[in-house]
């Protein structure tokens, strides 16, 4: 919590950190007492003088309340652990919070005036923490008088094949050309290809999943593989890696992949049988000159799949030279899919209607139900209860004094309310505003208050990015955002 700023009648903006703990070092960062880097929440509460607190989600980082497994990270009690983490029980805890307001050093009548409903609330998230801001508004209007819900997932669907449509649009047409190539010409070898074609495309999986350093462990022979471990395996670049598409967009989740795809060397494809060192796989002096049709198109599609496993490992090379660890904490981790399992879904899983995927075919729900889910949690339901987000509106929700805000090429746009059909068919296209609503009521028409920034990917708009320019970013949509407060704040009683 940071109250530096505070004066008597400011709003108390409460940033969700969504899936993922509150280190001591990002709230030492996010409170302003780091480097100098921009945040926009903490820029809120200094414009407004206002008290920031950074929300930590139960059974995340330390709000974890049971012994876990410290390698796998689940809780050891089994389903007893989790069976109170789930999104109604943790937005309740917000609500609690909001309505027994007790800071440090504030007397008890003082905390009484900083509660909700005689101090404005305002909840800021991105991502699962932006789709609370939004449902807050929806189911505690009175608690939280106004949100800011960025890259929210609002339409829950249990397969969000979606989401690799933006990424397709935005790759090089030779390189999504040869990674679908590369995915058809697998698929076809494990449904209709010979024996010895199976065994051997078998061996150069388990070779390119040894070979990437963030690949999956536990496997000891390419026998051990189900359809769905080869499929994971190949989903690496779009699913596995750390510097995705999603986070990062193009520039940095993928060109450089592309770029090793599309000048690939055909010296050692041909030649690769089971017998084979592993370094035909492995090695490659990528230094072919790239064609406008892509490998597939020039040299058939099995060299466009040598193509891909030699990018998938060069890419976990560089993954893991840039991020030698998991950042991410294993219980964090395992409450994320027990929630993903059990309420969330949106498995990011191959088109069933789609016939140029990105992923496998294999890489389907049934398999992350059996291999994710089941394999994890044996008590997890047979299918993710998405009602749980449904009846909050999902794309069709029109809370008042909400601010939307998403980046275009965000994968996970697919599902939120300013999906266009451009990138989700079953999208309703929703048009966006900056014209400010009235206090305590929607947008007419339908509309969503705020903004869909070009370029940018998934919560774009919090902060300064290291690789990026998202600062300006985050500067105008601070300004949209004040530019609402400014209107809604003054309703208040007390304003």
């Given at each position: 919590?940071?109250?530096?700023?505070?004066?008597?009648?400011g709003?108390?903006?409460?940033?969700?950190?969504?899936?993922?703990?509150?280190?001591?070092?990002?709230?030492?960062?996010?409170t302003?007492?780091g480097?100098?880097?921009y945040?926009?929440?903490?820029?809120?509460?200094i414009?407004?003088?206002?008290?920031?607190i950074?929300?930590?989600?139960?059974?995340?980082?330390?709000?974890l309340?049971?012994?876990?497994?410290e390698?796998?990270?689940?809780?050891?009690a089994?389903?007893?652990?989790?069976k109170?983490?789930?999104?109604?029980?943790?937005?309740?805890?917000?609500?609690?919070l909001?309505?027994?307001?007790?800071?440090?050093?504030?007397?008890?009548?003082?905390?009484?005036?900083?509660?909700?409903?005689?101090?404005?609330?305002?909840?800021?998230?991105?991502?699962?923490?932006?789709?609370?801001?939004?449902?807050?508004?929806?189911?505690?209007?009175?608690?939280?008088?106004?949100?800011?819900?960025?890259?929210a997932?609002?339409?829950?669907?249990?397969?969000?094949?979606?989401?690799?449509n933006?990424?397709?649009?935005?790759?090089?047409?030779?390189?999504?050309?040869?990674?679908?190539?590369?995915?058809?010409?697998?698929?076809?070898?494990?449904?209709?290809?010979?024996?010895?074609?199976?065994?051997?495309?078998?061996?150069?999986?388990?070779?390119?999943?040894s070979?990437?350093?963030?690949?999956?462990a536990?496997?000891?022979?390419?026998?051990?593989?189900?359809?769905?471990?080869?499929?994971s395996?190949?989903?690496?670049p779009?699913?596995?890696?750390?510097?995705?598409?999603?986070?990062?967009?193009?520039?940095?989740?993928l060109?450089?992949?592309?770029?090793?795809?599309?000048?690939?060397?055909?010296?050692?494809?041909?030649?690769?049988?089971l017998?084979?060192?592993?370094s035909?796989?492995?090695?490659n002096?990528?230094?072919?000159?790239?064609t406008?049709?892509?490998?597939?198109?020039?040299?058939?599609?099995?060299?466009?799949?040598y193509?891909f496993?030699?990018a998938?490992?060069?890419?976990?090379?560089?993954?893991h030279?840039?991020?030698?660890?998991?950042?991410?904490?294993?219980?964090?981790?395992?409450?994320?899919?027990?929630?993903?399992?059990?309420?969330?879904?949106e498995?990011?899983?191959?088109?069933?209607h789609n016939?140029?995927?990105l992923?496998?075919?294999?890489y389907?729900?049934?398999?992350?139900?059996?291999h994710?889910?089941?394999?994890m949690?044996?008590?997890?339901p047979?299918?993710?209860?998405?009602?749980?987000?449904?009846?909050?509106g999902?794309?069709?929700?029109?809370?008042s004094?909400?601010?939307?805000?998403?980046g275009a090429?965000?994968?996970?746009?697919?599902?939120?309310i300013?999906?266009?059909?451009?990138?989700?068919?079953?999208?309703?296209?929703?048009?966006?505003?900056v014209?400010?609503?009235?206090?305590?009521?929607?947008?007419?028409?339908?509309?969503?208050?705020?903004?869909?920034?070009?370029?940018?990917?998934?919560?774009?708009?919090f902060s300064?990015d290291p690789?990026?320019?998202?600062?300006?970013?985050?500067?105008?949509?601070?300004?949209?955002?004040?530019?609402?407060?400014?209107?809604?704040?003054?309703?208040?009683?007390?304003?």
């Amino acid at each position: 919590m940071n109250d530096t700023y505070y004066r008597q009648g400011g709003p108390v903006f409460l940033y969700d950190n969504g899936e993922i703990g509150v280190a001591d070092s990002q709230a030492t960062q996010d409170t302003g007492g780091g480097l100098p880097l921009y945040f926009a929440p903490l820029e809120l509460a200094i414009r407004y003088h206002g008290i920031l607190i950074i929300w930590e989600h139960r059974y995340y980082g330390g709000s974890l309340p049971f012994e876990i497994n410290e390698s796998t990270g689940l809780a050891l009690a089994g389903h007893d652990a989790y069976k109170y983490l789930n999104n109604e029980q943790a937005m309740e805890d917000a609500v609690y919070l909001a309505t027994h307001f007790q800071p440090p050093g504030y007397s008890k009548e003082e905390g009484i005036h900083l509660s909700s409903p005689s101090t404005p609330w305002i909840w800021i998230g991105g991502s699962y923490a932006g789709s609370r801001a939004a449902m807050v508004r929806v189911r505690n209007p009175d608690v939280f008088y106004a949100s800011w819900s960025s890259s929210a997932p609002v339409q829950n669907v249990v397969a969000d094949w979606t989401y690799y449509n933006p990424i397709e649009q935005t790759m090089p047409a030779n390189c999504s050309a040869d990674v679908q190539a590369a995915i058809a010409y697998a698929d076809h070898i494990l449904t209709d290809g010979s024996a010895d074609e199976n065994v051997l495309l078998r061996r150069a999986v388990f070779i390119t999943n040894s070979a990437n350093p963030n690949g999956i462990a536990g496997f000891s022979s390419p026998e051990d593989l189900s359809y769905w471990d080869i499929a994971s395996f190949l989903a690496y670049p779009f699913q596995g890696s750390f510097f995705n598409f999603q986070s990062y967009g193009y520039a940095i989740g993928l060109s450089t992949f592309c770029r090793q795809l599309e000048t690939w060397t055909p010296f050692n494809s041909s030649s690769f049988g089971l017998e084979s060192p592993a370094s035909l796989i492995t090695n490659n002096t990528d230094n072919s000159a790239p064609t406008a049709a892509g490998i597939a198109a020039t040299q058939g599609p099995q060299n466009a799949f040598y193509a891909f496993l030699y990018a998938i490992i060069q890419k976990g090379i560089s993954d893991h030279r840039m991020l030698p660890s998991n950042p991410r904490a294993p219980g964090d981790t395992a409450a994320w899919f027990w929630q993903l399992c059990s309420e969330f879904g949106e498995f990011q899983v191959s088109s069933p209607h789609n016939a140029h995927n990105l992923i496998s075919r294999f890489y389907n729900v049934s398999g992350t139900e059996a291999h994710t889910c089941h394999s994890m949690f044996p008590y997890a339901p047979p299918r993710p209860a998405i009602d749980a987000f449904s009846k909050y509106g999902g794309w069709l929700m029109q809370p008042s004094n909400t601010m939307f805000t998403n980046g275009a090429l965000d994968p996970i746009g697919t599902i939120a309310i300013q999906a266009t059909t451009a990138r989700n068919p079953r999208a309703p296209d929703r048009h966006s505003t900056v014209e400010v609503p009235r206090c305590g009521t929607p947008p007419p028409g339908g509309r969503v208050y705020g903004q869909v920034w070009p370029g940018q990917v998934h919560v774009s708009d919090f902060s300064t990015d290291p690789f990026s320019r998202e600062a300006v970013v985050a500067e105008v949509a601070v300004e949209l955002f004040a530019k609402a407060l400014d209107v809604w704040l003054p309703c208040f009683g007390g304003w």
